[in-house]
């Protein structure tokens, strides 16, 4: 393999904060307590938990090792092993691992949008003395407002813009390293004040008294699209972070400390919204507004110091939405800058560029643009707006997708020799337990919930 020409990650460590910043975001955080709510608590939580281990760490593992192996960005690194048949379909994921995260960004920074609101908002003390009904008022309020959607998601965009364009170590690394132990801090400040004031013992049974007749198909499906969102899985973030680690670190070692980390946060997010949604006796099933309309009421209910803790919370979510959106824009900058002839600048700015401008009409989509439907004579978009439409593509459809191609791409066009060396497994039944599910259990699982969900 050629040397690479591109920056490395200072040390494994390093690594882990980018891509545990990576796969902590928004769909921890926000999505995650919602959507176990939302189907039942423990069992929903059971399953995520065997998604993550069957499917989750040989992905990431698969996803790591095409971007070491290759020391490329997506489709640099779909083109670098060579000879295979069907080099054009490789191509074409590897085209579709630079566009998925684009197309979650569009989405993805409207709502980091909305967290930069409430941390903002708690601070100046917007929330304080809300009476009935204004919390869920004031959340419909923001998203009526074309001009507070598109001012905060074009300040979302801008700073991640701003991250990317310096670089991976000026750049990504000083982020991760200032907002991941932030992050850590303040969750665990949250989680020790909901335990010690919040019905705590409701929470754990909740999260893990696995009712099994809630176990159906549908819930297995959210449950998997859940893990891949949320690990980053199918998305060229962690191929492009693969494509910075040096030979000496172990790649199974990482993807393990990523998924551990990920969950671990996610269950803890748990801890720390429901204890206190529990205790309150709001309506713990709100769905997305679970966050945003249910907390600020507890927070208000709190008194001074629920302002405090408001602030921190959105603070928190702030954090773990932008170390989530660098690792989004990072594989097509990377991609325009390695390969092709842009400036690193250069290029994170024209790709924040398109980005904004998709990202207004998904932002409008919330208000004025709510009655187009722009695939709405297919069945399968029908009622889908802007917002639904790209998101339903990029992180249903070819998030899946993606994942399932490479999983078929490592577990039988890769050479097993250079599989074999990058796992650093040596020949060992750990190596072949991975390599059994990266090329039979994982494209037939993920074929199938694919099936599901959109044919
Ligand atoms: N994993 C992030 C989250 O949970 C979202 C994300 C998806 C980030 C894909 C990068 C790539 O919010």
Known sequence: M???????????????????GSAVGLGNIWRFPYVVAENGGGAFVLIYLAIVIVFGIPLLMSELMIGRSSQKPPLGAMQSFGGSRVQKLWDAVGWSYLLVPMGILTFYSVVAGWTLDYAFGMGIGTFNNLEEGASARMFQELLASPVKLVFWMTLSIGITVGIVARGLKSGLETTVKILMPALFIILIILVLYASITGDFARS??????????????????????????????????????GSYLTRDISIPKMAVGVAFADTAVALLAGFAIFPIVFAFGVDHAAGPGLVFVTLPIVFNDMGGIGQIFGVLFFLLLAFAAITSTISLLEPMVAELSEEGKFKRARAAIYCGAVLWFVGVFVALSNNILSDVHPLGFLPLFEGKTIEGVIEFLSANVFMLLNGMMVSIFVGW??????????????????????????RFVVPLGVGFIFYDVVL
């Open 2 to 20: 050629q040397p690479a020409k591109h920056e490395h990650w200072s040390s494994g460590f390093t690594f882990l904060l980018a891509a545990v």
């Open 204 to 241: 754990v049974t909740f999260m893990f008294e696995p009712d099994f007749s809630k176990i159906t198909p549908k819930l297995v499906l959210m449950a998997a699209g859940q893990a891949f969102f949320s690990l980053s899985l199918g998305s060229g973030a962690i191929m492009v972070y």
């Open 413 to 438: 066009s890769v050479k097993r020799s250079v599989t074999l060396e990058e796992m650093g497994l040596g020949d060992s039944v750990l190596f072949k337990i991975w390599f059994l599910l990266v």
